[in-house]
């Protein structure tokens, strides 16, 4: 599990569409990102705000709908939460 992970939750994916994002988020170049609904089905660390939550994921193709998946959730200032996929994520 990811230890900078401000919540980890087991959850579906509802909806998701592409979004065109600003040259830098966080300080990572990228110009391509999802826009995630996620239904949270269980909270492993920390406390969800809601039973449905809005993600952001950078990644260069659909998030699947069928299955529950795992997300390493990062709160960002703007209420949404950032995917955190790999410990490269991790602000050191």
Same mark, same amino acid.
């Given at each position: ?21 600003? /040259?830098?988020?966080?300080? !990572?170049? $990228?110009? &391509?990102?999802?826009?995630?609904? @996620?239904?949270?089905?269980?909270? =492993?660390?920390?406390? /969800?705000?809601?039973?449905? !939550?809005? $993600?952001? &994921?950078?990644?260069?193709?659909? @998030?699947?709908?069928?299955?529950? =998946? ?23």
């Amino acid at each position: 599990m990811i230890s900078c992970a401000d919540i980890v939750i087991v959850g579906r994916v509802t909806d998701q569409s592409y979004a065109e994002l600003p /040259a830098s988020l966080n300080g !990572i170049n $990228v110009d &391509v990102s999802w826009t995630l609904h @996620v239904k949270v089905k269980t909270v =492993l660390k920390g406390v /969800a705000p809601d039973h449905k !939550i809005t $993600v952001i &994921v950078t990644a260069n193709a659909r @998030v699947r709908q069928d299955r529950d =998946l795992l997300f390493n959730l990062k709160r960002l200032e703007n209420g949404r939460y950032a995917w955190e996929q790999s410990e490269s994520d991790c602000e050191r």
